[in-house]
């Protein structure tokens, strides 16, 4: 592990993305179409460092349930701020957006609503439905928060037409006091678990980010914790402070040590698994 300033300015390097006028047009008819369909994407509103990337792909995941969280995790950039009216026009207005873009494969988040009963399945369900029915042959991926541990409606989420259930661990369990308030370790672990359960057939997905203090013993135990929750696939990236704001990078792992994480989860039975510092949920699997 690495933590020194040379370290921090290897991995500013490292992110950094040739960008030619070409792709900046690209880029910005993306954000206009985006604008113009009225939806948000955790691309731009969480600062993902793939940004770029995935826009010249074009690819895009869907930030649904409005652009405030009523949590505030150490590590996001999210807005924590009173929650927004669920909006009705939101799932038609996904849809639409991912049929203009002409996205293969769509992926959908959400902030956390831990105001609503439902914690918003409802209003993924809804999304989800409205892109397969515009986009028949695109597959879709979505991101859920734990839910508030209100799954009762979980079956219609798990029919409405997904093909990746992904849930974020987002770090290793100590660090949850400090940086997580609000979420619960085991509580993410049971609704992987509990999808698994539901439908074995489902491709079932995690995260986590490294470089928040951990340690390499707690990091194994995550990837043995996730893999014992049934998962299929885990993604492993370093943490990128996206603001002044937000939890400082405690330390920039070696690409050594991700090629040692992603041997160990392969050797668990991971059917794939992404370890190297841009790794995020969101990233291709191709």
């Known amino acids: 592990m690495q933590r020194s300033g040379r370290a921090s300015h290897e991995y500013k390097r490292m992110i950094s993305v040739k960008v030619t006028a070409s792709d900046l047009?690209?880029?910005?008819?993306?954000?206009?179409?985006?604008?113009k369909n009225r939806v948000n994407t955790v691309c731009e509103k969480a600062r993902c460092p793939n940004l770029t990337r995935c826009?010249?792909?074009p690819t895009a995941t869907f930030i649904i349930l409005g652009a405030a969280c009523t949590r505030n995790c150490a590590f996001c950039s999210?807005?924590?701020?009173?929650?927004?009216?669920?909006d009705e026009n939101e799932p038609v207005n996904v849809?639409?957006?991912?049929?203009?873009?002409?996205?293969e494969h769509v992926v959908i988040t959400s902030v956390t609503r831990d105001d609503l009963p439902d914690a918003g399945i409802a209003q993924f369900v809804k999304t989800v439905r409205r892109v397969k029915e515009l986009s028949r042959d695109t597959s879709v991926e979505i991101l859920t928060p734990d839910l508030n541990g209100a799954w009762g409606e979980l079956p219609a989420l798990?029919?409405?037409?997904?093909d990746i259930f992904g849930h974020n661990i987002e770090m290793v369990r100590r660090l949850y006091p400090e940086l997580r308030r609000g979420a619960d370790y085991d509580l993410s672990l049971s609704l992987l678990r509990e999808v698994?359960?539901?439908?074995?057939?489902?491709t079932t997905k995690s995260a986590v980010m490294l470089g928040l203090g951990e340690t390499k013993e707690e990091v194994r135990a995550l990837i043995g914790d996730v893999r014992a929750a049934g998962c299929d696939i885990i993604v492993i990236g370093q943490y990128l402070q996206p603001d002044a704001a937000n939890a400082p990078v405690k330390e920039y792992i070696s690409l050594d040590d991700f090629k040692y994480y992603?041997?160990?989860?392969y050797s668990l039975g991971f059917t794939k698994v992404l370890s190297f510092p841009l790794a995020r949920s969101s990233y291709s699997l191709e």
């Open 196 to 202: 698994k359960q539901l439908r074995p057939e489902m």
């Open 95 to 103: 849809a639409n957006a991912a049929r203009a873009l002409k996205l």
């Open 25 to 35: 047009k690209k880029v910005h008819k993306i954000k206009k179409l985006l604008r």
């Open 262 to 265: 992603e041997k160990y989860a």
């Open 78 to 86: 999210v807005t924590n701020a009173p929650p927004e009216p669920v």
């Open 158 to 162: 798990l029919d409405a037409g997904i």
């Open 55 to 57: 826009f010249l792909h």
